[in-house]
């Protein structure tokens, strides 16, 4: 496993930017998939976007496509994800995790497929 420490939350207002970050430690994060989640109040949490190890591929929730980005820098052990365009119902919890197989270019889209999670950072989108 790796640990995992998100940042870059906030509170922004509709129509606004904000980029998370979330780097690990530990010599295995070139080789896993990425991905980020979100979970609002009293709901399940969410596929956000995903990312292969390399970063060739990438994978986006429909509600996300066009105004989130999925990137990484291997070389500083950090994914980030650049949102855009944000509105209210974005508000959540977002946490970042890696999956749980290695070398795998496959990008899992459920929780149960990734072994390590950061603890999570606060976005507020105001209206």
């Known amino acids: 496993q790796v640990q995992l420490v998100e940042s870059g939350g906030g509170l922004v207002q509709a129509g ?3 980029r998370l970050s979330c ?3 530990g010599r ?3 080789d896993r998939a990425m991905g980020w989640f979100r979970q609002a109040p009293e709901k399940e949490r ?3 976007a995903g990312i292969s190890p390399s970063g060739g591929t990438t994978y986006y929730a429909d509600t996300m496509k066009g ?3 999925i990137s990484r ?3 500083k052990n950090t994914v980030y994800l650049q949102m855009n365009s944000l509105k209210p119902e974005d508000t959540a919890v977002y946490y970042c995790a890696a ?3 290695y070398f795998s270019v496959r990008i899992p889209l459920a929780p149960a ?3 390590s999670w950061g603890q999570g950072t606060q976005v507020t989108v105001s209206s």
């Open 46 to 48: 969410e596929f956000v």
């Open 73 to 75: 820098d291997n070389a």
């Open 99 to 101: 999956g749980g197989a």
């Open 67 to 69: 105004r989130f980005t």
């Open 23 to 25: 780097t690990a430690s």
């Open 16 to 18: 606004g930017s904000l």
């Open 28 to 30: 295995t994060f070139g």
């Open 113 to 115: 497929g990734y072994d």
